[in-house]
């Protein structure tokens, strides 16, 4: 028996690891719509920015492929302007963020919660890739034009000896000169200093 003064506590209903299981799965699927409708505000907001500059788009010369102009999907769409640059949405699913990566990094080019605002600095970016590839091209022309137009270069005579080498060869054969009579004054000089001793050693004989 218990006593009138006891507390009689209830008995907790057992736990269960499917009901953990259930509320998981509860929490991860109201997670997964706030992602699935971040997502959607996101594409809805970049498909717009694609409209408004759809007559842009349409203006590029057909030769010019490095232009993307695609929305793609994903955690995060993106309008892709070409390979380095595009538009984001921010975190707050209402700010057009402009952006375009550089060796230094990425850098943000035009960001604003208005439309035309970034509407316009990609219609710049669009103009002044199309300006570069034009100058570019007229470059390539140019340098080809003056190509066809180089002046007719004449062949080289062939080389005409220079005074100085001849100099040198005669300055050459003058040495050989100078010592060649040095050497005959020197044996006329010897001739005579022991000629005497010379025609003793005949008389003598």
């Given at each position: 028996m218990t006593d009138a003064g006891d507390k009689i506590t209830?008995?907790?209903?057992?736990?269960?690891?499917?009901?953990?299981?259930?509320?998981?799965?509860?929490?991860?699927?109201?997670?997964?719509?706030?992602?699935?409708?971040?997502?959607?505000?996101?594409?809805?907001?970049?498909?717009?920015?694609a409209s408004e500059l759809a007559p842009v788009?349409?203006?590029?010369?057909?030769?010019?492929?490095?232009?993307?102009?695609?929305?793609?999907?994903?955690?995060?769409?993106?309008?892709?302007?070409?390979?380095?640059?595009?538009?984001?949405?921010?975190?707050?699913?209402?700010?057009?963020?402009?952006?375009?990566?550089t060796r230094i990094g990425r850098v943000v080019l035009a960001e604003s919660t208005e439309m035309k605002v970034v509407a316009d600095a990609v219609m710049r970016y669009v103009a002044e890739r199309v300006v570069e590839r034009q100058r570019m091209m007229e470059g390539s022309v140019e340098s080809a034009v003056r190509g066809l137009h180089r002046p007719v270069v004449q062949e080289a005579e062939p080389p005409i000896r220079s005074e100085s080498g001849r100099n040198g060869w005669t300055t050459f054969f003058a040495g050989l000169g100078l010592i060649a009579a040095g050497a005959?004054?020197?044996?006329?000089?010897?001739?005579?200093?022991?000629?005497?001793?010379?025609?003793?050693?005949?008389?003598?004989?």
């Open positions: 209830p008995i907790e209903p057992s736990r269960k690891l499917a009901d953990a299981v259930r509320d998981v799965k509860n929490a991860f699927a109201d997670r997964d719509d706030v992602v699935v409708d971040m997502r959607e505000a996101h594409r809805m907001r970049l498909d717009l920015l788009f349409a203006d590029v010369p057909a030769d010019m492929d490095s232009f993307d102009f695609a929305v793609s999907s994903g955690l995060q769409p993106r309008l892709w302007i070409d390979a380095v640059s595009h538009v984001a949405m921010g975190r707050d699913r209402r700010t057009y963020r402009f952006l375009r990566d005959l004054v020197g044996l006329a000089v010897s001739l005579a200093l022991f000629w005497d001793r010379i025609m003793q050693m005949k008389i003598s004989f």
